[in-house]
């Protein structure tokens, strides 16, 4: 499958994601001969474990991540950060979870938007959202190089796409920035051939990161 970069919108100091900012990037997906094709939408769930009194909380993940992709609506991948582990489960987990009444979903998170075509790159713009609001929390974009599937092997020139990009955005002369990581897909036993265990992995990440910003406008 294509290789992806999943980033997040890094507001500047002092200031916090807007619809508008949302609108200038889809509109600068255009002003690069991006072809509107049709909505994506991706869905986050933040686990926490409903423990009982006699048991033992060390024996259980403090959280971890569940996240259904469009790709494949009928698998659910769960993100073990504490232990460094990815699954890959049938998107009916979810119910069984429910029942047992182990773990509990403490915050569901939509990402959902528009996708573009760039010759051989995909791009996907889209909000973040709660679950039932429209309250906006952050912006995403997944970047897709079509014609590769080797992380490594596709690394210059998806810099140099994310560079043109950047400087295309720059020129709109919005109050942040698109920020990218580089999880480090070995230690959750991902190879170099992308797979969707690596977009997981990757959707892990930029959570952390939105929390993270998120907390230090607050303060």
Known sequence: MPVKWVLHWQPNAGTSVN???????????ESINGVKGGRWKATLNF????????????????????ISLQEQPSKYYF???????????????????????????????NFEGFQYQLGDFQLRVGKVVPLHSESLRGIVMEIDYLPISSWEKSHQIMSEFY????????????????????????????????????????????????????QSVRN
């Open 19 to 29: 619809s508008q900012i949302l609108t200038e990037v889809s509109q600068c997906a």
């Open 47 to 66: 686990y926490r474990p409903m423990l009982k009194d006699q048991v033992n909380p060390a024996e259980f993940p403090r959280d971890f991540l569940g």
């Open 79 to 109: 993100v073990i950060r504490g232990q460094r582990i990815v699954l890959e489960a049938d998107s009916n987990i979810q119910n069984i979870m429910e029942k047992l009444q182990s773990y509990k979903s403490r915050v569901a998170l």
């Open 163 to 214: 560079d043109i990009w950047q400087e295309a955005l720059q020129k709109r002369s919005l109050p942040g920035h698109f920020a990218r990581m580089e999880p480090n897909f070995g230690d959750y036993g991902l190879g170099d051939q992308y797979t969707l265990p690596h977009t997981a992995v990757q959707y892990a990440s930029i959570m952390l990161q939105m929390i993270a910003t998120a």
